[in-house]
């Protein structure tokens, strides 16, 4: 197969930066993909096809950028770091009508960031939103990007990301295993994982010191017994409820959900005595631990929360 992205090779990513007289940026994550095949993989997984409007996160030097340009009918990437527009211009030169770049902190890029950059795309595109978003993330940020984009923009179908390989265990694991915890319960609340595959450190320049995974995340909204999807208040509630169950992860349910509402001021301190009626109403033993719960366990809780609290 022809490759896809032309700058995925070692000495192709340092040309380009030597060119520009820049580095790579340990602070910043800069692992830049340098195997083609894993971008073909990254590609395949996240079945970007022309219908597509792409949202990448961190795009470097446009290794990544460059293959979905191919495929996709347009991208808009965000980046932190503020020396690689300059060569972000150069390398995505050939599909500049398709392409635009938000330059900030993807933390703090707002709905209405993505949308005007969709808007500076010359190329007709048939969705004022992307719908996908593929990344190859800033190892630091990762988990609470993904977690937050969920969160915020309902319009992200899927997300297919390589991450730190902890951290696709942590958003894969099932209930009663040790990588279970709050972040994978607040993860389902929002996505399910639809694939993944193991990326060695050699297929980065530099190479990193940890294992990485590339992980596809469809949206999939969590449905009560009826079969309608719960509220947001809901699921903000069972995601409380899920910070509670594992503050100290090692208590049964009623130490650890007292340890987390009494260090939450006043009104969490007036909610303890409570927590006997929370886990009777939602039918839950609370000498059990947080890891051996369900998600569906935890909107019972939260749902036994909501109508404490609201008394
Ligand atoms: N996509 C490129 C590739 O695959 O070769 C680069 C990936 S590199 C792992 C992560 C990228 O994210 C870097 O370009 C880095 O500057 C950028 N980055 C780091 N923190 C960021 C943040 N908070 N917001 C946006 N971009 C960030």
Do not use: C, H
């Given at each position: 197969m022809a490759k896809l992205s032309y700058l995925a090779s070692a000495s192709e990513t340092r040309k380009v930066l030597e060119r520009h007289g820049r580095g790579t940026k340990y602070s910043l994550g800069q692992n830049f993909l340098v195997n083609d095949s894993i971008i073909q993989k990254i590609v395949a997984l996240a079945d970007v096809n022309e219908d597509d409007v792409i949202l990448e996160i961190g795009p470097g030097v446009g290794t990544l950028t460059v293959a979905l340009l191919q495929c996709a009918q347009g991208v808009t990437?965000?980046?932190?770091?503020?020396?690689?527009?300059?060569?972000?211009?150069?390398?995505?030169?050939?599909?500049?009508?398709r392409?635009?770049?938000?330059?900030?902190?993807?933390?703090?890029?707002?709905?209405?960031?993505?949308?005007?950059?969709?808007?500076?795309?010359e190329a007709t595109l048939t969705r004022t939103r992307p719908n996908k978003l593929v990344a190859n993330l800033p190892y630091q940020v990762a988990a609470t990007v993904?977690?937050?984009?969920?969160?915020?923009?309902?319009?992200?179908?899927?997300?297919?990301?390589?991450?730190?390989?902890?951290?696709?265990?942590?958003?894969?694991?099932?209930?009663?295993?040790?990588?279970?915890?709050?972040?994978?319960?607040?993860?389902?609340?929002?996505?399910?994982?639809?694939?993944?595959?193991?990326?060695?450190?050699?297929?980065f320049f530099p190479p990193p010191r940890v294992d990485s995974a590339v992980i596809r995340l469809d949206r999939s909204s969590f449905v009560d017994s009826t079969g309608a999807p719960i509220t947001d208040e809901e699921i903000e509630a069972a995601c409380l409820m899920a910070e509670a169950a594992f503050v100290t992860r090692r208590k049964t349910l009623a130490n650890s959900c007292k340890t987390y509402f009494a260090g939450r001021g006043a009104a969490g301190k007036a909610f303890v005595p409570q927590l006997p009626a929370l886990f009777e109403a939602a039918g839950i033993d609370s000498r059990r631990r947080g890891e051996t719960l369900t998600r569906a366990e935890f909107v019972a809780l939260g749902h036994a929360y909501l109508s404490l609290a609201a008394q």
């Open positions: 990437s965000i980046e932190l770091d503020p020396d690689l527009p300059e060569i972000l211009a150069e390398t995505t030169a050939t599909w500049a009508d392409f635009a770049l938000i330059e900030n902190d993807a933390l703090a890029v707002q709905e209405a960031d993505v949308v005007a950059a969709l808007d500076r795309i993904v977690l937050d984009y969920f969160q915020r923009f309902p319009w992200l179908e899927s997300m297919t990301v390589m991450v730190q390989k902890e951290v696709a265990d942590r958003m894969m694991a099932q209930q009663g295993v040790k990588d279970y915890g709050a972040f994978t319960v607040k993860l389902g609340m929002y996505a399910r994982p639809a694939g993944r595959f193991p990326v060695g450190p050699n297929n």
